[in-house]
């Protein structure tokens, strides 16, 4: 038997050559997956905590309800910053919840110079935790180079605060501001042809006027006062200061500076709102004797609250079983269809309430409800499912974050309860369209439209003719029985007349307080006090609570996972240009958004856009 020829040696010893290969890359992906997923579910390392530590909040970026849908390769490639970091609301609680009662941990320390945005309703939220924590005898401590407005009133729950001596705290008030663009519209020949029912539905007026009407400025103003007075007496409260003292800062702040030679570390000082002017060495020394422990960088000893939550929760493979509360997060703007995490689809969110309740063992819902509404269409889709669950004799209770207004209210009103915290914005139970047309732009540079269609409305709805009257008739009366619909479901659920809800709608936005002594809610207080009333409702004395999120494959939510570890890993360094550009265009970038939630099939929302002025 002659042997192989030399070519037919070769390309074999080539092919099991390569064989091998692929073999041994299959193996070792094999094993990078398994450490993938040892990374992402199991902490990633093998390093004890210390024994002896402060839990570190140090909050970057915005504070929310329910996370944005993440990008795994976004997260991966991309530079984390604070302006795009999201932090869980329920992430924070629990952290200080579960270190309040961890031996090993011994105090608390906030570092908020990353902080966006938390806001007065979450803020209520967390700082019911912090008092629970101060309670069982451990300290807070909160430091930072300089606070802003909103980091402050989380700060001054601490009980002891530190600055730069170069820094400050800025306080200004709260305000509502908008653009109004009537003038620009007109000199660029754009008609906006908008229909509202609801005399203080104001989401027409920035198309209509250069300025704010009268009347929206008195319902405006009354809401930002009953806020701010929340927040002015909160600080107060908590930095022990006589009533009045956090607008004298404010009003007098030029007189008062002055007399500091220009020294804001020293104002705010002098005026009681921090208690220690260290630089960052100084405040080290004293955070490493407070907690009695350095790392070896020497650094005070503190954990993370990310990682330790994440060490300290259940982990998402683990089923909850047995009598439970369904707690289900609606967040953003209200859409047709199937959205992501971030925002609210009608379809999406249905049938998430829909399979929930279906489960065996939950005995109650709790809608989490953080949005200033959308489309009618998506509402009512939400809104017919929730009656259904509450058909099929399982309580459904609303807890409203820091905006649940328009459609955000329309999906609630029928539930069983409605909590809020002091800090929500409610209401503006109102209706509006809006469509422009362009054909005057057109026609100045020469372009024009004409044809033949075979019926009176063939075309109509072109955004190069002129709005057929017919057609703006047919809106308007849509309009008008949409808002008959929202004031007479509203009188259902909240067992009023549709007077008495008629004359606390047409539009009106109202504080939670304001609210609650007009019947529109049930309650005051945070996400665990309606958890509470679900419970008592479904009479349960023995159960948990589960946190129901979309529906995702393995893959999905393993990468979901990942892109959310690495990010948290990730060492924040904000580029000053990209900071002042997202400063320069949040209005532009604000509009655009709200144009692209515009998808109603009718043209028809229950949108409330003032309430982007205090989230």
């Known amino acids: 038997m002659s042997k192989p020829s030399w070519l037919r040696r070769f390309f074999s010893g080539l092919w099991n050559a390569i064989t091998r290969i692929r073999l041994a890359l299959s193996n070792i992906l094999f094993l990078l997956f398994l450490a993938l997923i040892y990374f992402v579910y199991l902490g ?80 209520q939220e967390i700082a019911t935790a912090l008092e629970s924590f101060k309670a069982a005898g451990k300290p807070v401590v909160a430091v930072g180079d300089y606070f802003t407005q909103d980091q402050f009133l989380l700060a001054s729950y601490a009980d002891s605060i530190i600055i730069n001596p170069f820094g400050g705290v800025g306080l200004e008030g ?39 009407s009268p009347g929206e400025k008195q319902i405006t103003g009354r809401w930002l006062e009953v806020l701010w007075g929340q927040y002015a007496a909160m600080v107060e409260a908590q930095r022990e200061l006589p009533p009045g003292s956090v607008n004298n800062y404010i009003n007098n702040y030029a007189d008062l500076l002055r007399q500091q030679e220009g020294d804001s570390a020293a104002m705010a000082l002098e005026a009681g709102l921090v208690d220690e002017l260290f630089d960052r060495d100084e405040a080290n020394d004293y955070l490493a004797e407070l907690v009695g422990a350095t790392n070896e960088d ?61 489960k065996e063992g939950v005995k109650a819902i709790v809608l989490r409800v953080n949005s200033g509404g959308g489309s009618v269409f998506a509402s009512e889709v939400i809104r017919r499912e929730l009656l259904r669950t509450r058909a099929a004799g399982i309580p459904v209770v609303i807890s409203m974050g820091a905006t649940a207004a328009s459609g955000g209210y329309y999906i609630a009103a029928e539930a069983d309860e409605i909590w809020a915290t002091p800090g929500t914005i409610t209401g503006s139970i109102g209706v509006f369209a809006a469509i422009p047309t362009f054909e005057k732009l057109l026609e100045r540079v020469g372009v024009y439209t004409d044809g033949v269609g ?32 929202f004031v007479e479901l509203v ?10 809800v008629d004359e606390v709608a047409q539009g009106r936005i109202w504080s939670a307080p ?28 023995d159960y948990q609570v589960e946190y129901v999120e979309p529906p995702m494959s393995p893959r999905d939510l393993l990468m979901q996972q990942l892109a959310e570890r690495v990010g948290s890993l990730g060492v924040w360094a904000p580029s000053a240009i990209t900071a002042s550009l997202n400063k320069l265009l949040a209005p532009v970038a604000n509009a655009a958004a709200e144009l692209a939630s515009m998808q109603d099939p009718r043209h028809i929302y229950v949108r409330c856009l003032d309430c982007g002025a205090i989230r």
């Open 44 to 123: 990633g390392g093998t390093e004890a905590p210390p024994e002896k530590a402060a839990l570190l909040l140090n909050l970057a970026g915005t504070v929310v309800d329910q996370k944005s849908k993440v990008e795994p390769l976004q997260a991966l490639l991309g530079e984390p910053r604070p302006e795009t970091h999201e932090v869980l609301l329920r992430d924070v609680i629990e952290a200080i919840e579960y270190a309040r009662d961890d031996p090993a941990v011994n105090s608390l320390v906030m570092e908020l110079d990353n902080l966006g945005y938390v806001g007065i309703s979450k803020t």
């Open 174 to 212: 709260f305000a509502s501001y908008r653009n109004y663009f009537r003038e620009t519209l007109e000199k660029l020949s754009v008609n906006m042809h908008v229909f509202h029912a609801g005399e203080f539905k104001s989401v027409a007026e920035p198309f209509l006027r250069d300025d704010m």
């Open 298 to 358: 020497g650094l005070y000893e503190a954990v993370f609250f990310e990682s330790y939550v994440r060490r300290k929760r259940p982990s998402q493979l683990t089923s909850v079983e047995g009598d439970r509360v369904a707690v289900i997060t609606a967040e953003g703007n209200i859409v047709p269809g199937d959205e992501p995490p971030g925002a609210i689809g009608g379809d999406s969110l249905a049938y998430l309430i829909s399979t929930t309740a279906e």
């Open 454 to 485: 075979t019926t009176d409305l063939a075309g109509s709805l072109r955004l190069d003719r002129p709005l057929n009257a017919e057609v703006a008739d047919a809106i308007r009366s849509g309009v008008d029985f949409n808002y008959r619909h």
């Open 491 to 500: 009188a259902a659920g909240r067992e009023l007349s549709p007077q008495e």
């Open 514 to 541: 304001d609210a609650l002594e007009r019947g529109l809610l049930d309650g005051l207080g945070s996400l665990s006090d309606a958890i509470d009333a679900a419970t008592a409702r479904a009479e349960l004395a």
